[in-house]
């Protein structure tokens, strides 16, 4: 019977051939894991199947079973061609690799067992292909190809378009694509979406069509997920055993007061819970949300604990490490060699880790889905309790943990947002079809079409995109912009132009942007140093930052340089913006229901029943349980019930910092940085255009910050009333012109759509020259009527980063009157907004001062609160 749970184990042994059953009972004992139980027999019969289930629970055999099974029938029966039957696009090499060996098990087994039996067998061949791949593996593979190749999904482009290589796709009956959730939410996942229609175009040509199978431990919305793996018009069948694991999951708070306790008694107390975690379990993961935190976290458990904690038993992982030393962490951990390895996010996927039994994460990983992801790696087989615990030291992150975990114990996972209708990976592909010969436009559409990502394009943007490559906007030529593609109106084709197209193509496609670093100077022409180029998108001129320890006020940019003056002003950006993970929308609304429910349970209940509640229905320690009663009660009686926000109430707080002669507003929205980022320059361009004035801007998960000069007055609450949703997205694209972000933003996707030509030639263009020939380039292509470089870009910022769709629902709420905005006024701002008062000095250089503050804010609401207690 095939219940929740899928088939039993015997019905699905009873699918297998007899070499695969018996490899199965030899290795699985002849027992299959939930998901293998669902999968197996859909993926038997042919149907696209998305399989979400955590971490260890044997989603990768799932997927892979019926199909080793299949290629297994073959080799026993007709024998194998010398061609590929299925695809597995990965988003990692590591995981590639990874794959690459757990194949290597049930193929190597299945072909032994047939060998003891002595029945004829193929032997099935795998092999991997990506950007590191020597010529020579390439060319062995075009003349032998082996039926399962590993990729990613940039490589599949590639193929698609090397005529070589493709014949041995027309055989393809199988794709898998792994972490599909890490894809989807990204241009390589749209980009992948229309490689796999244009990939059954060639399958149908040879008279054939495949099986689409996704994996991912957690995603949501699980259907549309399944619409952009399949693309339109076709069914999928979804296998959800998220929760087939258990968790054991709890929020820790190293210290009671995390305000008033001093820095070094709360350092003191981190590592001393960490060692004794660490002391506590075989193996145990540190995810931070920096690179750097990551190896300050390794070098402060091998100071304080230099008998513990050895370069021999411990280390770090992150992107900015060579390969080398990433893969011999990986090893270690694969091997259980190590006792304890901080990482950011480098280790979030793929990488089989079986001995790690505890996740610790120091921070908030900002969403549930983040959350399951990094702790899904302990208790890596399934049986094992996946054991996760998160330590806070931030009092705004005490709350959105609290809810976090919450949340993820029942179930719930954050939304991803699939982009849409992107022009520059339109423009990849349509140059990549014209190289396959003469192509009908109509026939193109209708390929776009059937992908997911671009299921409502119109045709007129598909003709920007081929007025564009074939050059038809005067004064491309003459800014060395040539046409990429031949577009004849009258018959209604395109085809490739060129001798040197293909290799144009070749060198120049893919979707990961090319970075680089700042040089700083000062406009006396002193080095300062460097910054990532990531951390401009929020730098306006006259925004303050810190950088080497000192302090620098941002002039102007001019290529891969950054012209700065020193300044004592305080700093409005902090040093670890461009590695901020951002709060989820969807968890920022959860969280304004927990402080909803909080502020009606202060009404009817004493503290000491409200810590006990809170331990009884969170997974929390009684430090955070008490940490989140004192905001709350603090804030209340500070400036009363109104001035905690809910779903149905944005708070703004006005105060006068006669200091720095400026007049602030702290918008309390709790919708995550990706609103808080687009909503604030909304409101930022509204007060400069009215009030005709500067305005500073700063930004935070739990709302945002407007500043301007103290002889000037603003009424924010008049402006929010009066955002319409129908003008959100041209009052960003006002907002955002000629800033940082849209330059950066322009570039990158120049690159992709070939405008700026990373690789010509043998000539490689570093990112830095990019974005040289970037800023000369945009005012141009501001002037071309409906340029798609142009609109594409600001699609990108106004859709994707800033999530404008999100924007638009709050502004409804706040025009059909289902959302209050409350103004308050304080003397000094209130707990609920210190993190958004502190934001510019939340760096480690300026530590000291920001606790300073906390303590100083403490102190006002504390003394006001007992002024008004005994007046």
């Known amino acids: 019977m095939a219940g929740q749970e899928g088939h039993l184990d015997e019905e699905i042994s009873g699918l297998l051939d007899e070499n695969v059953r018996e490899w199965c009972i030899r290795q699985l004992k002849g027992?299959?894991?939930?998901?293998?139980?669902?999968?197996?027999?859909?993926?038997?019969?042919?149907?696209?199947?998305?399989?979400?289930?955590?971490?260890?629970?044997?989603?990768?055999?799932?997927?892979?079973?019926?199909?080793?099974?299949?290629?297994?029938?073959?080799?026993?029966?007709?024998?194998?061609?010398?061609?590929?039957?299925?695809?597995?696009?990965?988003?990692?090499?590591?995981?590639?690799?990874?794959?690459?060996?757990?194949?290597?098990?049930?193929?190597?087994?299945?072909?032994?067992?047939?060998?003891?039996?002595?029945?004829?067998?193929?032997?099935?061949?795998?092999?991997?292909?990506?950007?590191?791949?020597?010529?020579?593996?390439?060319?062995?593979?075009?003349?032998?190809p082996p039926h399962i190749l590993n990729i990613t999904p940039e490589t599949l482009g590639i193929l698609l378009n090397s005529p070589m290589f493709r014949e041995n796709l027309r055989t393809v009956r199988w794709v898998v694509v792994d972490e599909i959730h890490s894809l989807a939410c990204s241009k390589r996942g749209v980009h992948l979406s229309v490689s796999l229609e244009r990939l059954e175009d060639l399958v149908k040509e040879a008279g054939g069509g495949f099986v689409r199978i996704g994996c991912s431990a957690t995603i949501e919305p699980l259907d549309e997920v399944g619409r952009f793996l399949v693309g339109a018009g076709r069914e999928v069948s979804i296998v959800d055993t998220r929760f087939a694991r258990e968790f054991d999951l709890e929020l820790l708070c190293p210290v009671p007061d995390l305000i008033a306790t001093p820095p070094e008694d709360l350092s003191r107390h981190l590592y001393s819970t960490i060692h004794r975690l660490v002391g506590e379990h075989n193996n145990t993961l540190i995810f931070t949300n920096t690179r750097n935190g990551a190896e300050r976290i390794l070098h402060n458990l091998r100071a304080r604990y230099p008998e513990c904690y050895t370069e021999e038993n411990t280390g770090c992982h992150h992107g900015s490490m060579g390969t080398e030393g990433r893969l011999a962490i990986e090893e270690k951990l694969k091997a259980g060699r190590v006792k304890?390895?901080?990482?950011?996010?480098?280790?979030?996927?793929?990488?089989?880790?079986?001995?790690?039994?505890?996740?610790?994460?120091?921070?908030?990983?900002?969403?549930?889905?983040?959350?399951?992801?990094?702790?899904?790696?302990?208790?890596?087989?399934?049986?094992?309790?996946?054991?996760?615990?998160?330590?806070v030291l931030d009092r705004d992150e005490v709350v959105e943990c609290a809810v976090m975990l919450r949340e993820g114990q029942r179930g719930f996972v954050d939304r991803i947002h699939i982009p849409e209708n992107c022009l520059d990976v339109l423009a990849q592909h349509v140059f990549g079809m014209a190289l396959e010969g003469k192509q009908q436009v109509k026939e193109i559409l209708a390929v776009f079409r059937r992908s997911h990502c671009y299921k409502n394009l119109e045709e007129d943007d598909l003709m920007s995109v081929v007025s564009y490559l074939a050059g038809e906007y005067a004064g491309l030529e003459e800014r060395h912009i040539y046409a990429k593609i031949w577009?004849?109106?009258e018959t209604g084709t395109i085809r490739k132009r060129g001798r040197y197209a293909r290799m144009i193509y070749f060198l120049n496609s893919g979707t990961i942007p090319d970075e680089f670093s700042c040089d700083v100077l000062t406009r006396a022409g002193a080095f300062a140093g460097n910054l990532d180029e990531k951390y401009l998108e929020r730098m306006n001129k006259g925004d303050v930052f810190v950088l080497g320890g000192q302090r620098y006020k941002f002039a102007y940019r001019r290529g891969g340089k950054l012209y700065v003056d020193p300044t004592g002003d305080r700093p409005t950006i902090p040093s670890w913006f461009s590695e901020k993970l951002p709060l989820s929308f969807d968890l920022g609304l959860h969280t304004l229901r927990f402080k909803e429910m909080i502020l009606r349970a202060m009404q009817t209940m004493e503290t000491e029943d409200l810590v006990d509640m809170l331990l009884a229905d969170y997974p929390i320690d009684e430090n955070s349980a008490r940490s989140i009663c004192a905001i709350f009660e603090q804030q209340v009686r500070y400036l009363g019930d109104l001035a905690v926000p809910t779903p149905d109430r944005i708070v703004i707080e006005?105060?006068?910092?006669?200091?720095?002669?400026?007049?602030?507003?702290?918008?309390?929205?709790?919708?995550?940085?990706?609103?808080?980022?687009?909503?604030?320059?909304?409101?930022?361009?509204?007060?400069?255009?009215?009030?005709?004035?500067?305005?500073?801007?700063?930004?935070?998960?739990?709302?945002?910050?407007?500043?301007?000069?103290?002889?000037?007055?603003?009424?924010?609450?008049?402006?929010?009333?009066?955002?319409?949703?129908?003008?959100?997205?041209?009052?960003?694209?006002?907002?955002?012109?000629?800033?940082?972000?849209?330059?950066?933003?322009?570039?990158?996707?120049?690159?992709?759509?070939?405008?700026?030509?990373?690789?010509?030639m043998g000539r490689k263009r570093s990112a830095r020259r990019q974005q040289v020939s970037a800023d000369m380039l945009i005012a141009f292509a501001k002037r071309l009527p409906g340029f798609a470089v142009m609109r594409e870009t600001y699609r990108e910022v106004i859709e994707d980063r800033f999530e404008v769709e999100n924007i638009k629902r709050i502004v409804n709420g706040i025009s059909a009157g289902d959302i209050e905005v409350v103004l308050t006024h304080a003397a000094s701002p209130s707990p609920l907004a210190f993190g958004i008062a502190t934001l510019g000095i939340s760096d480690a250089v300026y530590a000291q001062d920001r606790l300073s503050m906390l303590r100083e804010f403490q102190r006002r609401v504390m003394s006001s609160i007992e002024s008004e207690a005994a007046a």
Request: aromatic share 6%.
């Open 487 to 489: 577009h004849d109106p």
């Open 31 to 144: 027992r299959f894991t939930p998901p293998q139980r669902m999968a197996v027999p859909l993926i038997h019969e042919g149907k696209n199947v998305l399989i979400c289930s955590p971490t260890g629970s044997g989603k990768t055999l799932a997927a892979f079973l019926a199909i080793i099974n299949d290629l297994a029938v073959r080799a026993r029966t007709e024998g194998l061609e010398d061609s590929i039957y299925c695809l597995y696009v990965s988003p990692l090499k590591s995981l590639a690799n990874d794959i690459h060996k757990n194949l290597s098990l049930p193929l190597e087994g299945v072909e032994e067992i047939a060998r003891e039996r002595g029945v004829r067998h193929t032997p099935i061949r795998h092999a991997i292909r990506h950007g590191d791949t020597s010529r020579a593996e390439k060319a062995k593979m075009a003349r032998k």
């Open 654 to 760: 006005e105060q006068v910092d006669r200091e720095n002669h400026r007049r602030l507003y702290y918008f309390m929205t709790n919708y995550g940085l990706r609103f808080n980022d687009g909503f604030s320059r909304i409101v930022a361009f509204m007060i400069a255009r009215d009030v005709t004035t500067n305005v500073s801007v700063g930004i935070s998960d739990t709302g945002f910050l407007v500043s301007i000069p103290l002889e000037k007055k603003a009424d924010p609450v008049h402006f929010l009333q009066s955002i319409r949703a129908d003008e959100c997205r041209e009052v960003l694209e006002e907002a955002v012109g000629d800033t940082q972000l849209e330059k950066r933003v322009f570039r990158i996707n120049a690159a992709r759509s070939f405008m700026i030509l990373r690789n010509y």
């Open 340 to 391: 304890v390895v901080t990482t950011s996010t480098s280790l979030e996927l793929g990488v089989d880790m079986p001995h790690v039994d505890l996740v610790l994460q120091v921070g908030s990983p900002k969403s549930v889905a983040a959350l399951l992801q990094r702790i899904g790696r302990a208790g890596h087989r399934l049986g094992e309790v996946v054991k996760g615990r998160i330590i």
